[in-house]
């Protein structure tokens, strides 16, 4: 069955960094462009970075764009998520996602100041 599992979540100073695993299986991953999400209680899950298939593009939005780098390890079924210069405001649950639907159940990522 299809599964993705992140990882890597926890606390952290803000200015600090985390590393973030997705690990994929159950279906095609190397032809599946993978997306990272979060989402903070009462507000709707937010997309934040993609990568292609193999990874060709990478597309962040503003909001963590020269702090976060999303990368593929596809002889592993593994997507990653470095983030570094983190902020309070990133603290929120994070979710690996494939284009194809299938979501992780997610990893709490909290920011202190």
């Known amino acids: 069955q299809v599964q993705l599992v992140e990882s890597g979540g926890g606390l952290v100073h803000a200015g600090g960094a985390l590393r973030l695993s997705c690990a994929a299986s159950?279906?095609?991953?190397?032809?599946?462009?993978m997306n990272w999400y979060r989402q903070v209680p009462g507000r709707e899950r937010e997309w934040f970075a993609s990568i292609s298939r193999f990874s060709a593009n990478e597309d962040y939005a503003d909001s963590v764009l020269g702090r976060f780098t999303i990368s593929r390890d596809n002889r592993k079924n593994m997507v990653y998520l470095q983030m570094t210069d983190l902020k309070p405001a990133d603290t929120a649950v994070y979710f690996c996602?494939?284009?194809?639907?299938?979501w992780g159940q997610g990893t709490q990522v909290t920011v202190s100041f």
């Open positions: 996602n494939s284009e194809s639907g299938y």
């Open positions: 159950g279906f095609p991953f190397s032809r599946t462009l």
